[in-house]
């Protein structure tokens, strides 16, 4: 068995962990809100004003903070106006970006915020800035948060909402390099800051305004992107990164894998610190005051269609892969929470790397999920110093580490230690040491996820995959704590 040292000293806090950094993201693509989250009020399937019960009640469990909409490719060719209003004359419109499928536009601004509402998260709003105007965007701005008196306000108030909403989280334009509009990161940047100009604070709301940052290792892009704009008009810029196994034309299967495949997941998933570090070092450069923050507001893996499903719908079953996948990227997020303020997963529900799956009236939830509630504690927690010895190995030439760790303590003085063994045959035996005078106190309730890396849930058998709880008695400076292959482990213990 292989052994490790994890050095702690929780004296030393680096940064606060964004409770937004276990954010999601909501397209209309495929079966995500038609179907996953929203299925109307008449359906017979259990609902709350047309959002299905069964999903909301999941994600209030894992605490989900924050949540990213309409898109996506989709957001820059959304109107906000043909969602609101009676349901009957709304406009009908085609998504061309996923499947061509006929949009009725029956969940739009006043649906997602009752699922918002219900939820108990924030909404991150996705401005069209690729086939819209500058007036739609204010416009809907306007809608959304001013009070009473405007034209628009009035509007809302007719569509059933009196009062405003609060919106903090404003992305304008996605992937403006690509679907959002094939722009240049010059004519970007310039285009955006005519976008944010008119996107007003109205009655105290106060806006975040996200810009649409790179693809990946695009570093030219943030490096223009940053030397054009300054924090008066954006508090982030987005990155977005996915986990594709193969290539764009042959991506891998999501359950149908082999050891050499799943060794490269992981290597390719680690690839996002050094593209992480990289726009980093651009941003330090050109914003020393850190004004502006690093959003990773598209993250996950991206596998081939289940077979038989609309290729459109990008729709994938999730196993323990995925789940160490969404493990290595969360301990990343956190260990760099300093400047990275919100990531969104795509995408919740029945898109991508999901936390649920849906099927008529039944649900599954995800080895992804079952890693976002052992993580959950880490929200608003302080992230303190710690370092371990990786133990990294050669998989057919790629020199993969095959342990990850990230570790905070929260305002009521309990520690939590998140760690993801990536070997899919070796345990190891990690030793916690406080490094300072402080002591584990009490005890320590240790969540295990570990199964085989193929294992997965299914509408027949959604409990194959499962977190194991124990509790332990832990006190002193030293507790160790053994992982077993292709697992994901969390403790949670008092400390003094
Ligand atoms: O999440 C699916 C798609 O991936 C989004 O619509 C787009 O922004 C990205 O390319």
């Known amino acids: 068995m292989k052994k490790s040292v994890l050095s702690i000293t929780p004296s030393v806090h680096k940064s606060t962990i964004a409770p937004e950094i276990y954010g999601q993201f909501s397209e209309h693509l495929g079966r995500c809100i038609y179907d996953g989250v929203y299925v109307g009020e008449d359906s017979d399937i259990p609902n709350t004003n047309g959002m299905r019960n069964d999903v909301v009640e999941a994600l209030r469990e894992i605490k989900l903070p924050v949540l990213r909409w309409p898109g996506g490719c989709y957001a820059d060719e959304y109107h906000w106006k043909d969602g609101i209003g009676p349901k009957e004359s709304r406009r009908k419109m085609v998504n061309t970006n996923w499947g061509g499928t006929v949009e009725d536009n029956s969940f739009g601004t006043h649906e997602f915020m009752e699922l918002c509402e219900q939820i108990g998260c924030e909404p991150y709003i996705a401005v069209n800035m690729g086939s819209g105007t500058v007036q739609e965007a204010a416009e809907w701005v306007e809608y959304m948060t001013a009070e009473s008196g405007s034209t628009f306000a009035e509007l809302r108030a007719a569509n059933g909402h009196a009062e405003p909403w609060k919106v903090k989280y404003l992305g304008i334009g996605n992937e403006s390099w690509g679907c959002g509009g094939s722009m240049d990161a010059d004519f970007y940047a310039n285009e955006y800051k005519r976008y944010q100009q008119f996107c007003k604070e109205y009655s105290g709301n106060k806006l975040y305004k996200v810009a649409c940052g790179p693809s990946g290792d695009d570093y030219a892009w943030t490096r223009e992107l940053m030397s054009r704009i300054n924090h008066q008009h954006a508090k982030g810029i987005s990155l977005h990164y996915y986990t594709v196994p193969g290539d764009w034309e042959h991506k891998g299967s999501a359950t149908d894998f082999t050891e050499q495949e799943y060794y490269t997941t992981i290597a390719k998933t680690l690839g ?198 124990r509790t332990e008695h832990w006190n002193g400076s030293e507790q160790t704590v053994t992982l077993l292959p292709c697992s994901v482990c969390r403790i949670h213990c008092p400390i003094v």
């Open 272 to 469: 996002i610190e050094e593209v992480i570090d990289g726009h980093l070092k651009i941003m330090d450069e050109l914003d020393p005051e850190h004004n502006i923050d690093l959003i990773i507001d598209e993250w996950g893996t991206w596998y081939d269609v289940e077979p038989g499903t609309n290729p459109g719908f990008l729709y994938q079953q999730n196993t323990m892969r995925d789940a160490i996948v969404a493990a290595l990227n969360l301990n990343i997020f956190n260990k760099h929470s300093d400047m990275i303020s919100m990531a969104n997963i795509a995408q919740v529900v029945n898109v991508l790397q999901a936390m649920v799956l849906t099927e008529g009236d039944q649900i599954v939830k995800t080895p992804t999920y079952d890693v976002f509630a052992m993580y959950k504690e880490h929200q608003g927690a302080s992230l303190v110093q710690s370092a371990v010895d990786t133990l990294p190995v050669d998989h057919d030439g790629k020199v993969i580490p095959s342990l990850s760790e990230s570790v905070s303590v929260s305002d009521d003085g309990n520690m939590t230690i998140t760690l993801a063994n990536t070997s899919l045959k070796e345990e190891i035996q990690v030793i916690c040491r406080l490094e300072d005078k402080s002591q584990f106190n009490g005890q320590a309730e240790i969540a295990v996820l570990q199964d085989e890396v193929h294992a997965h849930n299914t509408f027949e058998q959604p409990d194959q995959v499962k977190v194991q709880y």
